[in-house]
């Protein structure tokens, strides 16, 4: 079902460069309005949050809604000062957090 | 037992049509969209421009629409792009997805895939930290949709 989170971003920069970010996780993203053969309708379970922080600062973070297609993909941008550690975190209906951090180094 | 089997198959031609039509009674109408972008605007007026959406004219499957969004604005400390909504007119429920940026983004740029149900415009529209909106739209075509059984 869910897992499986993967990120791609320069293991470098120069100072204040600005890099792209790509993330992807595997998911269904059920949306809670299909029905199985047997007419009940498949409980919602998405992704309903994703948060990307560097050093502990946010950097960027989405709401998701269950129109975002299956295996949710992300791509955005972050301006490095430093070098330092991305925290990827993916935010499940069912409570659970998966989290995938990156090392970049800044020169 | 012929007769018997192609009454079976038109009771599950007839359930499959059930399933497929349950989401589209459901679905959203722009004034629906308009009332979800009036809350995140807070009922303020949205500015036409700044903003250009990245869309397929013609989506074969609405599963999986590719989506890019270009806020132009500096992203700086004082002058940034706080959040960009997006908003689809005819899917089962509007709210597609908010994203939130920080100057430490650095450029408003945003890509994700969509689900789509039919044929629609997608809504985008942006607050920046000095609390002015823009907004753009765009249609696409979808041929067969992505929300339902």
Avoid at chain 1, 37 to 60: E, L, W
Wanted: aromatic share 6%; net charge positive.
């Amino acid at each position: 079902m869910a897992e499986r989170p993967r990120v791609r971003l320069p293991k470098e920069a120069r100072k204040g460069e600005v890099i792209v970010i790509k993330t992807l996780i595997q998911h269904d993203m059920e949306t809670g309005l299909r029905k199985d053969p047997a007419g009940n309708t498949i409980p919602r379970r998405i992704i309903n949050k994703f948060t990307c922080d560097f050093n502990g600062k946010p950097v960027f973070s989405a709401d998701l809604e269950p129109a975002v297609a299956a295996n949710p993909y992300l791509q955005f941008n972050a301006r490095v000062d430093e070098s330092g550690t991305f925290r990827f975190s993916w935010f499940d209906d069912d409570g659970s957090v998966i989290t995938a951090d990156e090392k970049i180094v800044v020169t | 037992m012929r007769k018997r089997s192609r009454r079976e198959m038109l009771a599950l031609g007839g359930a499959a049509l059930a399933v497929a039509g349950g989401p589209w009674r459901a679905a959203a109408t722009p004034a629906e969209a308009a009332a979800e972008i009036a809350k995140f605007t807070g009922g303020k007026p949205a500015e036409r421009g700044k903003i250009s959406i990245d869309l397929p004219e013609i989506a074969e499957n609405g599963n999986t629409v590719p989506l890019s969004i270009v806020v132009e604005s500096p992203m700086s400390a004082d002058d940034h792009v706080s959040d960009i909504m997006v908003v689809a007119e005819a899917n089962p429920r509007p709210g597609l997805a908010v994203f939130h940026l920080t100057p430490q983004s650095g450029r408003a740029e945003v890509a994700t895939r969509i689900r789509m149900a039919a044929t629609q415009n997608i809504v985008v529209v942006a607050k920046t930290s000095k609390g002015q909106f823009f907004t753009e739209q765009k249609q696409v075509k979808v041929t067969i949709g992505g929300c339902g059984g």
